[in-house]
Each structure stands twice: as C-alpha cells, then as structure tokens.
C-alpha cells in the first residue's frame, strides 16, 4: 500500500476516463452526434446532438464537439427520438402463456418502455415484480389482470369462470404496486367472456376504483358480448379502449359507422388505443373511424408470442410506419408512440421526452423512403412510400448491443 504514489492515483483516474487531461471527466457519458431529433413534447424537429450523463439528459444542442463525451453515436442520417413507448404488449415470459422477453426484443423495436396488458393477475404479479421487471434493462411496468391467474391459461377464456374475477385481490395488488402497476386490465370478448357478458368489466372497474381514483381499466375490446354501446359507455375517462380498430365482429365501427358510444367514450376522456396485434387491427374500420374523428390517441402494438409471428408484423417501428403512410404525419405518429402513453403512464418524470432532466432513452430510427407495403390482420393490404427502420436504442444512456457497458449488469 506504501506504493501507492499520487502519480499512480493519478494515472489510475486517466484510466477511468480516456482521453480525459489532468484526471478531467468528460461532461457527458454519451453524446448523440447529427441525427434529426423528433420530439413532439418539445414542438423539436431538427438536426441536434444528444447529451447523456448519469442515465438523464443533460443537453440538445447543436454540434456539440465529440470530445464533451466518454462514447459518441454517430446519428448522421437518422432520426433520433425519445425512447419509445409501448403501452400494449406481453413481456412476461414463462409465466404468461404468451409473453416475450423485453430486452431480446430490443433490436426489433427500438422500444425502452413496455406495459404489459394483463399477463399477470393477482396470484403472478409478485413474480412478475421481482423476477421479471427487476431484472429487465428494459422498463417494464403492468396491468393486473382482474383475471388472479392473469394469462396464463391463454389460448383458453380466463373469464368463462367468473369465479377467478377476484375483485379485492386485484385493487389489493394494484394499489401495493402503484409505482408499476397502471390498473387493471379486462378482456370483453364473447370467446374469453362465454355467458358472463359485462361482469368482467364491471369487476375490473370496481377493482380500480376501490385501488383508488389513479387506477384505470385497460379494455380489450373484440368481438364484444352483448351491446356494443352498453361496454362503452361502461369505461371511465382515463381508461383505455385497446384494439379500438379491430374487425373481430361487434366492435366501434358497424357498417361504416362509429357507433355513437365510441363517439362519446373519446369525447369524455376515454384513450383510444390501437394494440394491433396478430388479429385487432383492420384497415377497412381503421379508416372510417379516422375519417369520422375517432382516430387513435395511442399507438401500440400488442406485441407477443402468437401476434410477433403473423404477417401483420406488430412490432412498434412497423405499426408506426402503417400510420405514417395512412393520414398522419412524423411527428404525431411518434408521440403517440411517446410521449402521449408516457403522459397514461404518469410514473417517470419526463418520460417519453428528451427534455433536460428526462430518462436518457433514446430511439435512434432510420426513415427509409421506398415503395412498401403494409397488411392488417385481415389481409388487407396498403401501399406506402417510407417506413421506419429500428438503428440503435438507448436506455438510461447505455446503448443495447456492442460494445458492453462496464460494469455489464448496471443499470
């Protein structure tokens, strides 16, 4: 220890930051170098450089010298927007019949934030808690199914026995976890609801309100049981109607037509979200729906084990690009899919942002401009100039990929 000199300390310190003089940190962990930066909380569109320190933002500047930061993305070419949010999917693996492991879903999706939709009830939040989210780089947080087994059972209706709809256990788990449990999550679909008609949804509805007033109700909504209007008018403002757009039978648009209801559930508040998936989005109710003021607020893609192998392609970047080339532009697409669900998710201050003071979440995309074309879950098709191209994602300033961060297990 005698040998310990001040020079060896001090070339200890150089070590630590390369290139850095006189043992001087760089200012920034990382910088985000000549990317068009996209975003919309800001009213932002134009060429900026990103700076990273300690997982925040900490600047978005233009041309900001490559020497301010330890690691440097070249974003030139690329748009470069804040972490992407996905307020519908299914991440919790092994447990959920159908869910997926978030951070291997990484170089797909160029998504930082997952809400998993009712993949665990009150009998498999603990474990989705503790096994799942706490060791995810990739923020994860979730409804709680008022199912208690959650989707474990799946392909099988988790609410033809009304019995496992367990009111006080779910508002107990939703309200014990309120950091990263959003509510509850009910799907009213004829085939998962069987003779029970709306008590699953009135279930969940009272599990949330007895969790307390921030608790929302996540509704799937399918081929919906009974009237169509009688489930609509049933959901709060706040809560969320997911696969707004589905041609799954008894849903919001009937020849043509929103139904009057889902005209008045998006005009008192309720998030009309798109959750497309392998079978719940359809062009033909999409467009009219669009055209007659009920378009979404909330991009989402219902991403898991069954819908990520259909020719839907229901992996966030892609959902996006459908929207992009069917009556909205850049900038509203990407904060549908940022900071319009990170407003829902109310959790993390500026999340969905590249404000100073944010989550350094990154997405950094590429716009390929090129005939393509798109296909709902119902075989119908549409034809496209330009889609967006997952480059590189950033979480809390750690790029996923090569070259690892050290240490490798934070954050």
């Given at each position: 220890?005698?040998?310990?000199?001040?020079?060896?300390?001090?070339?200890?310190?150089?070590?630590?930051?390369?290139?850095?003089?006189?043992?001087?940190a760089p200012r920034h962990d990382l910088l985000?170098?000549?990317?068009?930066?996209?975003?919309?909380?800001?009213?932002?569109?134009?060429?900026?450089?990103?700076?990273?320190?300690?997982g925040l933002v900490t600047a978005v500047e233009?041309?900001?010298?490559?020497?301010?930061?330890?690691?440097?993305?070249?974003?030139?070419?690329?748009?470069?927007?804040?972490?992407?949010?996905?307020?519908?999917?299914?991440?919790?693996?092994?447990?959920?019949?159908?869910?997926?492991?978030?951070?291997?879903?990484?170089?797909?999706?160029?998504?930082?934030?997952?809400?998993?939709?009712?993949?665990?009830?009150?009998?498999?939040?603990?474990?989705?808690?503790?096994?799942?989210?706490?060791?995810?780089?990739?923020?994860?947080?979730?409804?709680?199914?008022?199912?208690?087994?959650?989707?474990?059972?799946?392909?099988?209706?988790?609410?033809?026995?009304?019995?496992?709809?367990?009111?006080?256990?779910?508002?107990?788990?939703?309200?014990?976890?309120?950091?990263?449990?959003?509510?509850?999550?009910?799907?009213?679909?004829?085939?998962?609801?069987?003779?029970?008609?709306?008590?699953?949804?009135?279930?969940?509805?009272?599990?949330?309100?007895?969790?307390?007033?921030?608790?929302?109700?996540?509704?799937?909504?399918?081929?919906?049981?009974?009237?169509?209007?009688?489930?609509?008018?049933?959901?709060?403002?706040?809560?969320?109607?997911?696969?707004?757009?589905?041609?799954?039978?008894?849903?919001?648009?009937?020849?043509?037509?929103?139904?009057?209801?889902?005209?008045?559930?998006?005009?008192?508040?309720?998030?009309?979200?798109?959750?497309?998936?392998?079978?719940?989005?359809?062009?033909?109710?999409?467009?009219?729906?669009?055209?007659?003021?009920?378009?979404?607020?909330?991009?989402?893609?219902?991403?898991?084990?069954?819908?990520?192998?259909?020719?839907?392609?229901?992996?966030?970047?892609?959902?996006?690009?459908?929207?992009?080339?069917?009556?909205?532009?850049?900038?509203?697409?990407?904060?549908?899919?940022?900071?319009?669900?990170?407003?829902?998710?109310?959790?993390?201050?500026?999340?969905?942002?590249?404000?100073?003071?944010?989550?350094?979440?990154?997405?950094?995309?590429?716009?390929?401009?090129?005939?393509?074309?798109?296909?709902?879950?119902?075989?119908?098709?549409?034809?496209?100039?330009?889609?967006?191209?997952?480059?590189?994602?950033?979480?809390?300033?750690?790029?996923?990929?090569?070259?690892?961060?050290?240490?490798?297990?934070?954050?």
């Amino acid at each position: 220890m005698n040998d310990l000199s001040r020079r060896a300390l001090l070339g200890g310190a150089a070590l630590l930051a390369p290139g850095a003089a006189f043992g001087q940190a760089p200012r920034h962990d990382l910088l985000i170098k000549g990317g068009e930066v996209v975003d919309p909380s800001q009213t932002l569109r134009g060429r900026r450089d990103v700076a990273i320190r300690n997982g925040l933002v900490t600047a978005v500047e233009a041309d900001m010298p490559a020497a301010s930061a330890t690691q440097v993305i070249d974003a030139s070419g690329k748009l470069v927007c804040p972490g992407l949010v996905d307020l519908h999917a299914h991440v919790y693996p092994e447990v959920s019949a159908i869910g997926l492991p978030a951070d291997e879903l990484v170089p797909f999706t160029a998504t930082t934030t997952y809400v998993s939709a009712g993949d665990a009830g009150s009998s498999t939040f603990s474990l989705f808690r503790h096994a799942v989210m706490a060791r995810s780089r990739t923020r994860l947080l979730g409804f709680c199914h008022i199912a208690n087994f959650g989707l474990a059972g799946f392909p099988v209706g988790e609410m033809l026995n009304i019995d496992h709809a367990m009111v006080e256990l779910a508002a107990k788990t939703v309200a014990e976890n309120r950091d990263v449990c959003l509510g509850v999550k009910v799907r009213m679909t004829q085939e998962v609801v069987g003779t029970n008609g709306l008590e699953p949804l009135r279930r969940a509805i009272q599990a949330a309100a007895l969790a307390g007033p921030w608790a929302r109700v996540m509704c799937h909504i399918g081929n919906a049981p009974g009237d169509i209007e009688a489930v609509l008018d049933l959901l709060r403002p706040g809560d969320i109607l997911t696969h707004a757009f589905s041609g799954a039978g008894n849903n919001t648009v009937q020849n043509g037509r929103v139904v009057p209801a889902a005209l008045r559930a998006k005009q008192r508040g309720v998030v009309i979200d798109v959750g497309h998936g392998g079978g719940s989005f359809d062009y033909t109710v999409f467009e009219p729906a669009r055209d007659q003021g009920f378009g979404p607020d909330v991009i989402s893609s219902d991403l898991h084990a069954v819908s990520g192998n259909t020719p839907g392609l229901p992996f966030l970047p892609w959902v996006m690009s459908k929207f992009l080339n069917n009556g909205y532009s850049l900038d509203q697409v990407v904060a549908m899919a940022t900071v319009a669900p990170a407003r829902f998710i109310d959790r993390v201050e500026k999340l969905g942002t590249l404000q100073v003071g944010a989550p350094g979440d990154v997405s950094i995309l590429e716009l390929v401009r090129e005939p393509v074309e798109f296909l709902d879950t119902r075989n119908n098709r549409r034809q496209g100039t330009q889609w967006l191209k997952p480059m590189q994602t950033v979480k809390a300033g750690r790029p996923f990929g090569r070259p690892f961060p050290s240490p490798f297990a934070w954050p």
